[in-house]
């Protein structure tokens, strides 16, 4: 399994990403997805998950309101729409997928990651 993270980059404040990660090597339709975030010298952190369908979503209260998670199962990615960013949300941003299909929120339950892509809010 491959995951291939893509759409970090430099934005000031209030602005908005789309990050984007496509999977490969296996059936992408079967499996939740997760985004999940490292800022430096703090713990990796959950951000946003969805499950096989799309129909069931998570996200964290930091971000709740501002960035929405999608897949695509057709394209075999999976999205993270970011709106109204803050400096606090500059991190590296990793996406992973669970050998499950269901919604799941904690990092050890996802079994395979991307290299992850930065994401730079200045103030």
């Known amino acids: 399994v491959q995951l291939q993270a893509s759409g970090g980059g430099l934005v000031q404040a209030g602005g908005s990403l789309r990050l984007s990660c496509a999977a490969s090597?296996?059936?992408?339709?079967?499996?939740?997805m997760g985004w999940f975030r490292q800022a430096p010298g703090k713990e990796r952190e959950s951000v946003a998950a969805?499950?096989?369908?799309?129909?069931?979503?998570y996200y964290a209260d930091s971000v709740k309101g501002r960035f929405t998670i999608s897949r695509d199962n057709a394209k075999n990615t999976v999205y993270l729409q970011m709106n109204s960013l803050k400096p606090e949300d500059t991190a590296v941003y990793y996406c992973?997928?669970?050998?499950?299909?269901?919604?799941?929120?904690?990092?050890?339950?996802?079994?395979?990651w991307g290299q992850g892509t930065l994401v730079t809010v200045s103030s």
């Open positions: 992973a997928t669970a050998d499950s299909g269901f919604l799941l929120r904690r990092s050890h339950e996802y079994a395979y």
């Open positions: 090597g296996r059936t992408f339709s079967r499996y939740a």
């Open positions: 969805i499950n096989w369908s799309g129909g069931s979503t």
